[in-house]
C-alpha cells in the first residue's frame, strides 16, 4: 500500500427531508445567497421553493444566478462570479446535478479569490481562501457531492478539464433520494454508468490497494444488482438511495487510499472530448470509451482486469478479455450505448474527435497514452 492521507472534511445529511437541517448550518455564514441551478428542473418539480423557504427561515437574502448547462461552460461560471461580487455575496447554494455543483465549486474559487476562473483551473494562479458551500443534490452520478473537484469545459480553448483542491470540497452537502425521483430513464442511465466508470478509474490507478479493490467491486456488485430494477421504477425510494449512495462512495476517497494516485482518469480525459465537440452527455460517452480503452490497454491492464473480473465473478480463472465483455454487457443491458455511431456520429467525426486528442494529447495517470494508443482505442469504439 502506498502512503496516503486520508481527508474529507464535507458534512453529509443523507435521507428523507435532510432539506430541513439546512437552516442551522446557515448560523454564522453572512447573510447574502449566491444559490445556482440548472435550466429549470429544480423549479418544475418543486425543490427550489423547498430551499427558498429554508433560506428564508434563516433569514438570508438570495441572490439567484439560473440557467447553468450540462457540460457546463466556463462562460457562466463567469458570469456567476461577477454576480457575487456586484451582490456582496457571503455564502454559496448549488442545487442541482454535478454541473450546476461543479460551476458553483469554480464560482467559488474564483469568487473568493478574485481570480480568473480559466487561470485558476491551468493551475497558473493558486486559490487560498473560499467562501462556505452547500450542495442539494438532484441526481447520482459524480460524486462531486463529497469531492473536491471540479470539471467545465472552455470552448475557445477547446478544452474540457478537472481542477481540484482542498478547498472544493462541499462544507455541507444534502442528499434526498426522493429528489432523485424525477431524474428520466436515460439520464439515471447515464449516472449508474457515470458511477460505474469512476469504481474502473479508481481501480486502473497504479500500487496494490487490496481493501480499496474489494469496495471498487462491491460498489459495482451493488450496481449491476440493483440498476435494472431502479430502470424499471425510477419513483422507488431504496433503490434510489442505493444508487446515490453508490454514487458518492465511488468518488469521495473510499476507493482510491493506498493507490499510486487517486485513480488513473485516463478514460475521463478521453470521454471529455466527445462532450467537448457534440454537447454529448458525460455517461454516454464513458460507456462508449470504457470497453474501447480496456481493449486498446489489454497488454497494459490484463493482470488487473483478470484481478477485476475475479473479484466480480469469484472465477479465479477469468480471462482479461471475458472481464470487458461483463461491463460492455451490462451498458448494453440498461440501455447505454457501447459503440461510437450509437451517439449518432459518423466516422468522419472519429477523425475529429482523434485530431482534437492529439493537439490535447489526454492521458492517464498510470496507463499513460501516447499517439499510437489514440488511433488503437479509435479502431475500437
Ligand atoms: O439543467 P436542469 O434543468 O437542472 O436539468 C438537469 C440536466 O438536464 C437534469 N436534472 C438534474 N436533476 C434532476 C434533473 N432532471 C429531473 N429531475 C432531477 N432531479 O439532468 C441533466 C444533467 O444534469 P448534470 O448536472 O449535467 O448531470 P451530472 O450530475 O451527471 O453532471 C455531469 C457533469 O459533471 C462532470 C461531468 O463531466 C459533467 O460536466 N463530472 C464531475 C465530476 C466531479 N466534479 O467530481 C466527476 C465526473 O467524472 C464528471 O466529469
Ligand atoms: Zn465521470
Redesign the pocket.
Known amino acids: 500500500m502506498e502512503n496516503f492521507t486520508a481527508y474529507n472534511p464535507t458534512v453529509l445529511h443523507f435521507g428523507k427531508n435532510v432539506i430541513d437541517k439546512l437552516p442551522a448550518h446557515l448560523a454564522g455564514t453572512g447573510q447574502n445567497a449566491l444559490l445556482l441551478?440548472?435550466?429549470?428542473?429544480?423549479k418544475k418539480?418543486g425543490?427550489y421553493d423547498q430551499v427558498i423557504e429554508k433560506l428564508k427561515e434563516a433569514g438570508k437574502n438570495i441572490v439567484d444566478f439560473s440557467g447553468?448547462?450540462?457540460?457546463?461552460v466556463i462562460d457562466d461560471a463567469e458570469k456567476a462570479v461577477e454576480l457575487a461580487r456586484n451582490r456582496h455575496i457571503d455564502f454559496i447554494i448549488a442545487l442541482?446535478?454535478?454541473?450546476?455543483?461543479?460551476t458553483a465549486k469554480m464560482v467559488n474559487m474564483a469568487f473568493a479569490n478574485n481570480l480568473p476562473v480559466w487561470d485558476i483551473m491551468k493551475r497558473r494562479v493558486e486559490p487560498v481562501k473560499k467562501v462556505p458551500l452547500f450542495v442539494i443534490l438532484?441526481?447520482a452520478?459524480?460524486?462531486?457531492e463529497m469531492?473536491g473537484?471540479?470539471?467545465l469545459q472552455n470552448h475557445q480553448t477547446q478544452e474540457?478539464i478537472?481542477y481540484f483542491s482542498p478547498l472544493m470540497y462541499p462544507d455541507v452537502s444534502f442528499l434526498n433520494p426522493a429528489?432523485?425521483f424525477?431524474?428520466?430513464k436515460n439520464?439515471t442511465i447515464?449516472?449508474i454508468v457515470?458511477l460505474v466508470a469512476?469504481s474502473l478509474e479508481a481501480f486502473f490507478s497504479g500500487g496494490s490497494a487490496p481493501l480499496p479493490d474489494r469496495f471498487v467491486a462491491a460498489n459495482i456488485i451493488e450496481t449491476f444488482d440493483y440498476a435494472p430494477a431502479l430502470l424499471n421504477d425510477l419513483t422507488n425510494y431504496d433503490l434510489r438511495a442505493r444508487m446515490l449512495w453508490s454514487a458518492t462512495v465511488a468518488?469521495n476517497g473510499t476507493t482510491m487510499h493506498g493507490r499510486t494516485t487517486s485513480g488513473d482518469w485516463g478514460t475521463?480525459a478521453l470521454a471529455?472530448h466527445i462532450?467537448l465537440l457534440w454537447d454529448t452527455?458525460?455517461?454516454q460517452t464513458l460507456s462508449v470509451l470504457f470497453p474501447a480503452w480496456m481493449k486498446a490497454n489489454l497488454n497494459k491492464i490484463s493482470s488487473r482486469l483478470k484481478q477485476l473480473g475475479k473479484l466480480l465473478t469469484g472465477n479465479s480463472q477469468i480471462k482479461p478479455e471475458d472481464t470487458i465483455r461483463i461491463f460492455e454487457d451490462f451498458f448494453t443491458r440498461i440501455g447505454a450505448p457501447v459503440r461510437f455511431e450509437q451517439l449518432g456520429l459518423s466516422k468522419e467525426d472519429k477523425e475529429k474527435l482523434l485530431n482534437l486528442w492529439l493537439k490535447n494529447k489526454p492521458t492517464g495517470t498510470n496507463v499513460t497514452l501516447d499517439e499510437n494508443d489514440y488511433q488503437n482505442i479509435i479502431s475500437f469504439l
Open positions: 441551478t440548472g435550466k429549470g428542473s429544480v418539480y425543490y447553468i448547462k450540462p457540460n457546463p442541482g446535478g454535478g454541473s450546476v455543483i461543479d438532484t441526481l452520478a459524480t460524486g462531486t469531492n473537484a471540479a470539471v474540457k478537472g429528489y432523485t424525477t431524474v428520466p439520464q447515464n449516472g457515470d469512476h468518488e475521463h471529455h462532450s452527455p458525460h455517461g
